[in-house]
C-alpha cells in the first residue's frame, strides 16, 4: 500500500494514443481548466470533468467537437464515464446529438443507474437538460471517406480484423458507402483526465468517438470501469488505444491493482503497456498519492501538473 501522504492538487490528461504531439497545447489547456477548477473549489470529479470538456471541445481529439463519424459517414456514437474513490461512478455508451458526453456521464452518477447506452441515454441527455447537438463535421466525412476506401483494399484497416467483416456484417440503415483514394487506418484519440484533489480524492473522467473502423453499436473500453478507467483509494487510471483489447486485460484495473500493491507508478504503466503487442495503439495515463505520470506504445499527446 502506498502512503496516504497526499502532495496536495495533481492532474494528468491525454489526448489519445496516436494523437500529434502538436496538439499538447490542447492538453495543457485541459490541464489549466482542471486546475483552474479545483482552484474554485471544485473535487476531483468536477476538476477532471472540466479538463475533459475542453478536449472535447478542443476540435482535434477524437471526442466530443472532434469525433469520428461511423463507417456510414454520417452516425458520430459517444462513449464517456466520470468515476471517484468516493464510489461516484456514471457512463455513457453509443450516445448521439449531445455537445459533451462526459456532461452526461456525470449526470448518470447521479442517477440510480451506472450506464445508460444508446437511445435510452440520449432521452436521458435531453431530460438531464443537453440539447440536441449535431457533431459531424467536414474532416471526419474525409476521414471516414478514407477509411472505407481503405477497407475496400487489401491492407487491413484494423489490426488483426478482416477487412471483409464490416461489408459482411454491415448493420447501418444505409446502404455501403462509396470510397475514394485514401490512406488513414484506424483511429483512436479518445481523451481522458486523472485528479487527485487537495483533500487526497481521485477522480477520472473520459470521452471518445469510438474507435474506427466499427460497426453501428460498438462499445470499446472507456465506458467499461476497470477497463477505459478506475479510481479508488489509492489513485486513479485511464486507459487509450483499441477498446477490443484494452477489456480484454481490465486494463485500468489492473494498472490500479499494481499501484495499490505499493509498485512505483512507472512501472506498473509501463507493466500495463507491455501486455499489448507492438501493433495494438495503447495508451495509459495514472495518477496516485505521490506520483503522477503517462506511458504510450504510440506518440500521445499529455500534460500534467502537480503541486
Ligand atoms: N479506447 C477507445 C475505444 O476503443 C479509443 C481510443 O482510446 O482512442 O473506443
Known amino acids: 500500500m502506498s502512503q496516504k501522504n497526499s502532495l496536495g492538487f495533481g492532474i494528468v490528461v491525454h489526448g489519445g494514443a496516436g494523437a500529434p504531439l502538436e496538439d499538447a497545447d490542447g492538453c495543457e ?3 489549466r481548466a482542471g486546475r483552474r477548477a479545483a482552484e474554485e473549489g471544485a473535487d476531483a470529479l468536477q476538476a477532471a470533468v472540466a479538463a475533459v470538456v ?3 471541445d478542443d476540435g482535434r481529439f477524437n471526442a466530443g467537437s472532434g469525433a469520428i463519424v461511423g463507417l456510414d459517414g454520417m452516425t458520430i456514437e459517444f462513449d464517456a464515464a466520470v468515476m471517484d474513490s468516493n464510489g461516484r461512478l456514471g457512463a455513457v455508451a453509443c450516445l448521439q446529438r449531445v455537445k459533451n458526453p462526459v456532461l452526461v456521464a456525470q449526470a448518470v452518477s447521479r442517477s440510480p443507474h451506472w450506464l445508460l447506452a444508446g437511445e435510452g441515454a440520449e432521452r436521458f441527455a435531453r431530460v438531464a437538460g443537453f440539447p440536441a447537438h449535431d457533431a459531424v463535421h467536414d474532416r471526419a466525412v474525409h476521414r471516414n471517406r478514407r477509411l472505407v476506401a481503405q477497407l475496400r483494399g487489401g491492407q487491413p484497416a484494423r489490426h488483426g480484423v ?3 467483416s464490416f461489408r459482411r456484417l454491415w448493420n447501418y440503415p444505409t446502404a455501403w458507402p462509396g470510397s475514394e483514394p485514401g490512406d488513414r ?4 484519440d479518445t481523451v481522458g483526465a486523472v485528479v487527485r484533489d487537495g483533500e487526497g480524492r481521485f477522480a477520472v473522467a473520459c470521452s ?3 474507435s ?3 460497426l453501428l453499436g460498438r462499445v470499446g473500453d472507456t465506458p467499461i470501469v476497470g477497463s477505459g478507467f478506475y479510481a479508488g483509494p489509492e489513485g486513479a487510471v485511464a486507459a487509450t488505444g483499441v477498446g477490443e483489447h484494452i477489456v480484454r486485460h481490465l486494463l485500468s484495473y489492473a494498472v490500479y491493482q499494481w499501484i495499490e500493491q505499493g509498485m512505483p507508478l512507472q512501472q506498473a504503466l509501463e507493466r500495463g503497456i507491455d501486455l499489448f503487442p507492438d501493433e ?3 495508451g495509459l495515463i495514472a495518477i496516485s498519492c505521490t506520483e503522477a505520470g503517462s506511458r504510450s506504445n504510440r506518440c500521445m499527446a499529455a500534460s500534467s501538473s502537480e503541486r
Open 29 to 31: 489547456a485541459a490541464v
Open 208 to 210: 471518445t468517438g469510438g
Open 162 to 164: 478482416d477487412n471483409e
Open 185 to 188: 487506418g484506424a483511429a483512436c
Open 280 to 282: 495494438i495503439d495503447v
Open 54 to 56: 475542453v478536449l472535447e
Open 212 to 214: 474506427a473502423p466499427s
